[in-house]
T-cell receptor, first 112, second 114 residues
């Protein structure tokens, strides 16, 4: 099946720093989604992207649909303690069924 | 707007026992999903319903897992008999329709099989 590779697997940053993470696939995707999951909770949808090159913001979060349609990027500006959690990308492949494929996640930790 | 509700939040059972999880999607959402999330991994789709019909159950271990959505609203997922490797978080999600890929998740049920 489809696989999504997320990078980095984990990040340790200081409060106030900017964060960048990405998600890549070996095949073309029609839709990219970014979710955040807190411990003991379900994933929460942050941003949805539907067109190659699309750049969408949600507060301090900005995500981009890569022009090759095989990758997506998420940036967080001026990180705050509540940004801690696991960030998952998810994509709907161009070919195949409607099923979303999830990445393995990027764990964000803020160092005091 | 109320989110996706799931119960129970936690369940501990012994192997070979049975267990059931319940999900109530967001009102008006026609599509319902059950995912399994093993520690350290992303969610993996088990089954997708459109109203009360199954759209995709290709990754559901049908020898032990079953799910239903009889009235096209809430849904139950059952495991019988459970195995140690079934220990995971079971997430329910819903979306407005099959055409919408924006899925909204419930808090999940953490299952521990001993």
């Amino acid at each position: 099946g489809q696989q999504l590779n997320q990078s980095p697997q984990s990040m340790f940053i200081q409060e106030g720093e900017d964060v960048s993470m990405n998600c890549t696939s070996s095949s073309i995707f029609n839709t990219w989604l970014w979710y955040k999951q807190d411990p003991g909770e379900g994933p929460v949808l942050l941003i949805a992207l539907y067109k190659a090159g699309e750049l969408t913001s949600n507060g301090r979060l900005t995500a981009q649909f890569g022009t090759t349609r095989k990758d997506s990027f998420l940036n967080i500006s001026a990180s705050i303690p509540s940004d801690v959690g696991i960030y998952f990308c998810a994509g709907q492949p161009r070919f195949g069924n409607e099923k979303l494929t999830f990445g393995t996640g990027t764990r964000l930790t803020i160092i005091p | 707007e109320a989110g996706v509700a799931q119960s129970p939040r936690y369940k501990i059972i012994e192997k070979r026992q049975s267990v059931a999880f319940w999900c109530n999607p967001i009102s008006g959402h026609a599509t319902l999903y059950w995912y399994q999330q093993i520690l350290g991994q992303g969610p993996k789709l088990l089954i997708q319903f459109q109203n009360n019909g199954v759209v995709d159950d290709s990754q559901l271990p049908k020898d032990r897992f079953s799910a239903e959505r009889l009235k096209g609203v809430d849904s139950t997922l059952k495991i019988q008999p459970a195995k140690l490797e079934d220990s995971a978080v079971y997430l329910c999600a819903s979306s407005l329709s099959r055409a919408s890929y924006e899925q909204y998740f419930g808090p999940g049920t953490r299952l521990t099989v001993t």
